[in-house]
């Protein structure tokens, strides 16, 4: 075997060992064929959780602009976060005892919120506002509208394939973060019946029981 001959041999047997060599580190990092089923689904969850707790993130960090003004009775949790010496588990509180026990109809009544003191109140003040329109602002010294009567079925019931956020949030029982979650499972399909609320993260059939005098899903 002359010279040459010898090299191109050895050249070749050099490109076959490195072939395989990348062949067998590449089998090590390839994942399973049967650890990839559910794979794609995983990924794109966990991609869209990401994106929703950023978002999140990125609204609570916001400061108010000039002269912005929340409302009491309708800012969402993030929205509250931004509030001067309200945090994470004050505003938190916040939407669990307006959802509880309805709106605040001033200032005065933030008190009952946990964590929110007489000092609060007066340095939040100047940066909320108080709606007085729809059934969540339930005033405590008035029994009767604690107590709340349910609307007349197919009349002044919401829809849950028409209702928006706001008229969501006017629903006893219903707050913001639930209104949103509502829309979300609407904007993959619509509501067949009110039973499909059961589908919506942290409805259960006592809360469903309590939503049903509330809301409708009318044919169309």
């Not at 064929?33 to 794109?44: M, Q, S």
């Amino acid at each position: 075997m002359s010279p040459g001959e010898r090299t191109a041999l050895r050249n070749a047997a050099i490109l076959v060992l490195v072939a395989s060599v990348g062949r067998w580190a590449a089998d090590q990092v390839e994942p399973r064929g049967d650890a990839l089923v559910g794979g794609p689904d995983r990924g794109a969850a966990l991609a869209e959780a990401s994106r929703e707790v950023e978002a999140d993130a990125a609204r609570r960090s916001r400061p108010l602009e000039p002269g912005e003004r929340l409302d009491a009775n309708r800012a969402s949790e993030a929205d509250l976060d931004r509030l001067p010496g309200v945090g994470p588990a004050v505003a938190a509180a916040w939407v669990a005892h307006r959802e509880a026990h309805g709106g605040f109809a001033g200032p005065g009544d933030l008190t009952a919120i946990r964590g929110v003191g007489p000092a609060t109140v007066e340095r939040l003040a100047p940066f909320l506002q108080f709606s007085r329109a729809g059934p969540m602002l339930v005033r405590r010294e008035d029994p009767a509208a604690r107590r709340g009567s349910a609307p007349a079925r197919g009349s002044s019931s919401v829809d849950l394939n028409t209702a928006d956020s706001v008229a969501l949030v006017g629903v006893p029982g219903i707050g913001p973060a639930l209104a949103g979650r509502i829309l979300g499972r609407r904007r993959r399909t619509r509501f067949g019946g009110v039973e499909d609320l059961l589908e919506v993260r942290g409805i259960g059939p006592a809360t469903l029981e309590r939503l049903r005098p509330h809301v409708v899903v009318r044919r169309r």
